[in-house]
């Protein structure tokens, strides 16, 4: 069994886009940027938007936070996003998700630019993606394809089964491992025999948030093992989708939480940025 090293591939991945955004400072003068959005005071959230600012400075990025408070309108969040649409040296807007309740996520996706829509949320993008014709990949998603790459594990003709349909991640998933000439089933909280789909699976990848939903007798001897969650056990310890503990003999390879997929969702976010840098400013 081996462990797959998120940490070490997401730093690969923001090596290389730290090493080309300073070539195209130097060579353009004009610097990357990125608005992070994050409205009210989830705990988790802060965390995230914490890391993707911290990630932003490692690879030279401008970062613009706007924090705002819980109370705020559907419309003060709309004419922000519209202003930051308009701003030339903001090449990225992320809307940190979960808004709070009575805000509606879906039209805040749909007023980004998609130019700017490096989160690869809105239906423009997602429309590009199943086409296969895309600028911009899913985060997460994509971030599971470059560990598998980054192992050499192959995907093409194998049995992949994703565990949860959401739009962030199980559905785009499915689509980036079907890209690959994966073999895909996509689980939800209705799939029947459950344990015997996963049974299946060469490659299996929860995406539920359930703490240590993927037990042991759910996965094939040898199987690779991709862990989405984000979750706490009964003490409040943070873990994943997957029993690590009882699932890791079993594996061929497994991602640890944290540790895993988490570094790579920002890796992903990086590289898109820098796409977006350089669609927006007609660089090769
Ligand atoms: N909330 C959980 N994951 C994500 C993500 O990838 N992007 C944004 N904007 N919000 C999230």
């Known amino acids: 069994m081996q462990i797959i090293d998120g940490k070490k591939?997401?730093?690969?991945?923001?090596e290389s886009v730290r090493l080309e955004t300073e070539a195209l400072v130097k060579n353009y003068g004009i610097t990357p940027g990125l608005a992070v959005v994050i409205v009210g005071d989830d705990p988790a959230s802060r965390v995230y938007v914490n890391n993707k600012k911290k990630a932003c400075e490692l690879v030279g990025f401008r970062s613009e936070e706007y924090a705002l408070p819980?109370?705020?309108?559907?419309?003060?969040?709309?004419?922000?996003?519209n202003t930051l649409n308009g701003k030339k040296d903001i090449n990225g807007i992320l809307v940190q998700l979960p808004l709070p309740k009575h805000l509606d996520d879906k039209a805040v996706i749909e007023s980004i630019d998609p130019q700017k829509d490096v989160d690869a949320f809105h239906a423009v993008n997602v429309g590009k993606i199943m086409l296969g014709e895309y600028d911009f990949l899913p985060c997460t998603p994509a971030g599971v394809m470059e560990m598998l790459h980054s192992y050499d594990i192959p995907v093409e003709g194998r049995e992949c089964v994703v565990i949860g349909r959401s739009n962030i991640v199980g559905k785009p998933m499915g689509m980036l491992l079907l890209h690959e000439n994966g073999t895909v089933t996509i689980c939800h909280s209705r799939t029947r025999n459950l344990r015997e789909v996963c049974l299946r699976a060469d490659?299996?990848?929860a995406a539920v948030g359930r703490p240590k939903f993927v037990t042991a007798d759910m996965v094939k001897e040898?199987?690779?093992?991709?862990?989405?969650?984000m979750d706490r056990d009964e003490n409040g310890k943070l873990c994943g989708d997957v029993d690590f503990e009882n699932v890791k003999d079993k594996c061929s390879y497994i991602t640890p939480v944290p540790g895993g997929v988490?570094?790579?969702?920002?890796a992903t976010l990086m590289k898109n940025t820098l796409k977006a840098f350089k669609l927006q400013n007609n660089i090769k």
């Open 9 to 14: 591939v997401s730093a690969q991945v923001k």
């Open 70 to 81: 819980a109370e705020t309108t559907q419309e003060e969040l709309l004419d922000l996003v």
């Open 203 to 205: 490659i299996l990848v």
């Open 222 to 229: 040898g199987a690779v093992v991709i862990d989405v969650g």
């Open 262 to 266: 988490g570094p790579m969702t920002i």
